[in-house]
């Protein structure tokens, strides 16, 4: 089974601290997706990547930024931290071009405060 | 219009009732299609793919109608593990993937 790891179950940061999300996965999957959920407004796409070293923008990118060095490594980073910003953060990853689904993260609950 | 649309739920019925999900997509382009469940407080999953000739996995029928462009999900005699969020999801994409997910309908199982 293909899986997905987030680095932090729940966080707590304080406005305006940097924060790094942490996500790993272990299928040498091609695309990986940063979400975030939030009650009421579903599943929101923040960035996504195809390809080691590609980002392209989601739905709602402003105040966030990724980085892609890795295959398997797909961090989101929040530059100052605002409490707009807390949510669930959902990774996932899928293989490249073809009718598969997303394989999601455990979350990460950000409260930020 | 929204690109995913589905039922607003919630769903509450009781336990071996059979229940229906429906879901409709905008863009007639779309390549792929999908159902994800998602338990309180925790990560969607894969439920199942839906492809154009219908697809059965137990207790799970789903239907694809692409000329109405429509989506479904049958959950046949329920059990209260079936509790839970479904999400329809659809592929746009051509290169890669471009999904969008429906907003989710809540379904609860009553004993």
């Known amino acids: 089974d293909v899986k997905v790891t987030q680095s932090s179950r729940y966080l707590v940061k304080r406005t305006g601290e940097k924060v790094f999300l942490e996500c790993v996965q272990d299928m040498d999957h091609e695309n990986m997706f940063w979400y975030r959920q939030d009650p009421g407004l579903g599943l929101r796409l923040i960035y996504f990547?195809?390809?080691?070293?590609?980002?392209e923008k989601g739905d709602i990118p402003e105040g966030y930024s990724v980085s892609r060095e890795k295959k398997e490594r797909f961090s989101l980073i929040l530059e100052s931290a605002s409490t707009n910003q807390t949510s669930m953060y959902l990774c996932a990853s899928s293989p490249g071009q073809g009718p598969y689904g997303y394989t999601f993260g455990s979350g990460t609950r950000l409260t930020v405060v | 219009r929204k690109e995913v649309e589905q039922d607003p739920g919630p769903f509450n019925v009781p336990e071996g009732a059979t229940v229906a999900f429906n879901c409709t997509y905008s863009?007639?382009?779309?390549?792929?299609f999908f159902w994800y469940r998602q338990d309180c407080r925790k990560e969607p999953k894969l439920l199942m793919s839906?492809?154009?000739s219908g697809n059965e996995d137990g207790r799970f029928t789903a239907q694809l109608n692409r000329a109405s462009q429509y989506i479904s999900l049958l959950i046949r005699d329920s059990k209260l593990s079936d509790s839970a969020t479904y999400l329809c999801?659809?592929?746009?994409?051509?290169?890669?993937?471009?999904?969008?997910f429906g907003p989710g309908t809540r379904l609860s199982v009553l004993p």
């Open positions: 839906v492809y154009s």
């Open positions: 999801v659809v592929n746009l994409g051509n290169y890669g993937q471009n999904f969008v």
């Open positions: 863009n007639s382009a779309s390549q792929s």
């Open positions: 990547s195809y390809d080691v070293k590609m980002k």
